[in-house]
């Protein structure tokens, strides 16, 4: 796909859309590193569930919401593989958001297990992946 002018009504839109993938994959980062580190340290446990509840879920709003937003103004032809795997990354990291957010609760309340904090390193890493494949193809565009 060659590079386009687009409409300055397009900015704002895609500008948060950005704005909240990347600000989402570095406080997803960051989430996972607290968790993973956070096995001798109650404080960890706590700035990765408070990271997570604080920072990633209103990323994620924002990320997903905008990039609705955008994707409503814009007049894609077919359905390319890209714009579905953004949203497919988008929606499904809904739940695992909840999921760890869970755990990552639980973790703070049972200092004694490491189960529930390396679980939320591990559910937070693979989400980073997610995203990271998703900025790829929303970047590269392969189809």
């Known amino acids: 796909m060659l590079a386009l002018v687009r409409p300055d009504s397009w900015n704002p839109p895609l500008f948060l859309h950005v704005l909240g993938a990347v600000t989402l994959v570095g406080s997803v980062a960051a989430t996972a590193l607290a968790a993973g580190r956070s096995?001798?340290?109650p404080l960890l446990r706590r700035v990765a569930f408070w990271t997570l509840v604080s920072v990633?879920?209103?990323?994620w709003a924002l990320m997903r919401f905008a990039g609705q937003w955008i994707d409503s103004k814009e007049e894609i032809e077919g359905d390319p593989t890209w714009l579905g795997l953004?949203?497919?990354?988008?929606d499904i990291g809904l739940v695992v958001l909840?999921?760890?957010?869970?755990?990552?609760?639980?973790?703070?309340?049972?200092?004694?297990?490491?189960?529930?904090?390396?679980?939320?390193?591990?559910?937070a890493s693979l989400y980073l992946v997610a995203l990271l494949v998703a900025m790829w193809a929303?970047?590269?565009k392969p189809d």
């Open 39 to 41: 096995h001798e340290s």
């Open 56 to 59: 990633v879920l209103p990323d």
């Open 86 to 90: 953004g949203f497919m990354v988008g």
């Open 98 to 123: 909840v999921v760890t957010g869970i755990l990552g609760w639980w973790a703070t309340r049972k200092l004694d297990r490491r189960w529930p904090a390396q679980t939320v390193t591990v559910l």
């Open 138 to 140: 929303m970047t590269a």
